[in-house]
């Protein structure tokens, strides 16, 4: 199956995080699936108005995904929440897609190559990271200093993380996007 990614984006995380999906693209050369599936990523200012889409090419017999998502939505997050929001995002989007054109795959299909991306997007923190589980501990009560410690990550991050929790909705660029 041939699986690709690209970009269409400026300041922002998603094109390092782009680079985090080739390794995707590589193991999904071995598996068998009807069709082959190219996602563009496009972080573009929402005053644009692009709307995600998808089409089907019988021709080639390629699903295309335009994935558009807000560049200052983005902008306001760190790396970690791109690749998360990112992760959540492709993944219910592809479902959705690949479940509209059944009659090109079937449902066991389907269900193996739905599998086969969640697997992968857990084992490397595009679904369910480090910020979802920061969250989960946040909100058991736990310090933010040994939730720091537990998911080695800055504690910069995690007093950001309980900063977005409880609805202080950054208004400047995060770090990670400069």
Known sequence: MQLGFTLDTHGTCVGVLRDELQPLEAVANSWEFPYGIFVVFRVLPDHYGRRTFRRFDSG??????????????????????????????????????IAKYNKHAGTIAQAQLLERVKSWMLAHHWLEGKIHQARILLSQ??????????????????????????????????????
């Open 60 to 97: 080639d017999h390629t699903l295309y995904l335009d994935l558009s998502l807000s560049y200052e939505q983005y902008q306001r997050m760190s790396k970690n929440e791109q690749r998360e929001a990112l992760g959540i995002h492709l993944y219910s989007y592809l479902a959705e897609s």
């Open 141 to 178: 009560e736990m310090g933010i200093y040994e939730v720091s410690q537990a998911l080695k990550l800055p504690l910069e991050e995690v007093e950001y993380i309980l900063l977005r929790m409880n609805d202080d909705a950054p208004t400047v660029v995060h770090p990670d996007n400069l």
